[in-house]
């Protein structure tokens, strides 16, 4: 029923360029990210600890999501794709991670989720980039 769904959902959303599918599973993401921050922090969590696990989480809706629908598929075997959005994702997450960290220490009494969003827009640019050329990068034919 879900892989269904996301059949036609592709099958609209392979219209529309790569960045701009890219943008709305970024939306996403950026959906799960802050709903699991605020969960995380209304529950007590300092801020820079529930940051990690909601980038974590949004890490895995953005990965499943960016798999099935942004970028083309490639014969590349699941772990080895994994393994590249990881490092990708670690740089962009870690770019976003520390703009949140310095706007929340320079502005601590300004609400937090803006902070999260200005370092997830600040990450979001490196990562379209890294996960279309490195990521999801086309496998190259070797020539003999």
């Known amino acids: 029923m879900i892989d269904k769904a996301f059949d036609l959902l592709n099958a609209y959303l392979s219209r ?3 960045f701009v599918r890219f943008g709305f ?3 996403a993401g950026l959906f799960s990210d802050t709903l699991m921050f605020t969960a995380l922090t209304l529950n007590g969590w300092h801020p820079f600890v529930a940051r990690l ?3 974590a ?3 895995l809706v953005t990965w499943s999501l960016n798999r099935r629908i942004t970028f083309d598929r490639q014969p590349r075997k ?3 794709e994994a393994s590249r959005y990881v490092l990708v994702t670690l740089v962009a997450q ?6 949140f ?5 320079i502005f601590p009494h300004v ?3 803006l902070w999260l969003f200005a370092g997830a827009v600040t990450g979001a640019v490196f990562s379209f980039n890294g996960h279309r050329l490195v990521s999801f990068a086309p496998v190259s034919k070797q020539v003999s």
């Open 16 to 18: 529309l360029p790569a």
């Open 25 to 27: 599973v970024g939306m």
């Open 53 to 55: 696990f909601s980038l």
């Open 57 to 59: 989480f949004a890490t």
């Open 78 to 80: 699941v772990g080895n």
């Open 94 to 99: 870690g770019i976003s991670y520390s703009v």
């Open 101 to 105: 960290v310095t706007l929340i220490t």
């Open 111 to 113: 609400l937090h989720q």
